[in-house]
């Protein structure tokens, strides 16, 4: 069973920056790839950004491309998201998932993930 854990959220000023960690522990495959959605109140649940964790494939999100930064750690089992410039509208729980077994086209789609972590407020101040 794979279990996922965020953190490094917290509240920030617009312009700043977070990191977020989020560590796969029971992953027994090197394939697959992790994903990053958020979600506002009163909003649906949104894509951000993902990785594979064999090749290094990264793909985002438009409202974040040049912005936030996904990376993994293959030892640690551990992906990032670098958040830069962040503004209001970033406010949201962002949530890391793990699709092991989905094609990289469903990259963007919710129900391609089988694995989901708690979630980790994040909070940007204008």
């Known amino acids: 069973q794979v279990s996922l854990v965020e953190s490094g959220g917290g509240l920030v000023q617009a312009g700043g920056s977070l990191r977020l960690s989020c560590v796969a522990s029971?992953?027994?495959?090197?394939?697959?790839?992790m994903g990053w959605f958020r979600q506002a109140p009163g909003k649906a649940r949104e894509f951000v950004a993902c990785?594979?964790?064999?090749?290094?494939?990264?793909y985002y999100a438009e409202s974040v491309k040049g912005r936030f930064t996904t990376t993994r750690d293959n030892a640690k089992s551990t992906v990032y998201l670098q958040m830069n410039s962040l503004k209001p509208e970033d406010t949201a729980v962002y949530y890391c998932?793990?699709?092991?077994?989905?094609?990289?086209?469903?990259?963007?789609?919710?129900?391609?993930?089988?694995?989901w972590g708690q979630g980790t407020q994040v909070t940007v101040s204008s």
């Open positions: 990785i594979t964790w064999s090749v290094n494939w990264q």
């Open positions: 998932a793990f699709a092991p077994q989905s094609t990289w086209d469903r990259k963007t789609t919710f129900d391609s993930y089988e694995y």
């Open positions: 029971g992953r027994t495959s090197s394939s697959g790839f």
